[in-house]
């Protein structure tokens, strides 16, 4: 069951590679700094993946402006999300929930990614949208079955224009 508007976020612990080398990332550091938006997606180099983490990169200020922060998160290693970072553009932090314990938390786990095409895959994150505010709880909550489909941004920028 996924995790729903009302509830706690909860906490984690993901690996984000900087330039500096692997860094820890912790939400509760960065709750009460400004509003959170979790960006689940299901794999690195894809097209899906690409489109989307590329076109919030080509739009954060809109987010900084909003005072949130975007954190963008796969099963991928974080030596991949970074070199698919610098090959596309992308310039969110992208985290690396390579164990899907953070997928398995918030409910966004695929039992099997894309049966119908052999893709047996458990644990793959579902494209996802969380909007976190300052005290830690989920204002916005999307979870999608196909992996194609996109988050209502429209929806994720109205809600963090109501926090």
């Known amino acids: ?85 610098k090959k596309e553009g992308i310039t969110l932090t992208l985290l690396s929930d390579y164990e899907h314990k953070v997928t398995e938390a918030y409910g966004v786990a695929y039992d099997q990614f894309l049966p119908a095409k052999n893709l047996i895959m458990g644990g793959v994150s579902k494209r996802s949208a969380f909007v976190i505010d300052k005290a830690g709880v989920v204002q916005y909550a999307e979870v ?9 941004f429209d929806a994720v920028k109205a809600t963090l224009r109501s926090l």
């Open 1 to 85: 069951m996924s995790i729903k508007v009302g509830d706690k976020a909860p906490d984690f612990t993901l690996v984000s590679l900087t330039s500096e080398g692997p860094q820890l990332v912790t939400l509760s550091d960065l709750i009460g700094k400004s509003n959170i938006i979790l960006l689940f997606v299901p794999m690195a180099f894809t097209g899906g993946c690409t489109a989307e983490f590329c076109e919030i990169s080509n739009g954060i200020s809109e987010y900084t402006a909003l005072d949130a922060t975007v954190l963008g998160i796969s099963g991928d290693n974080p030596f991949a999300q970074d070199a698919w970072a």
């Open 144 to 152: 999608l079955d196909v992996p194609s489909d996109m988050p209502n």
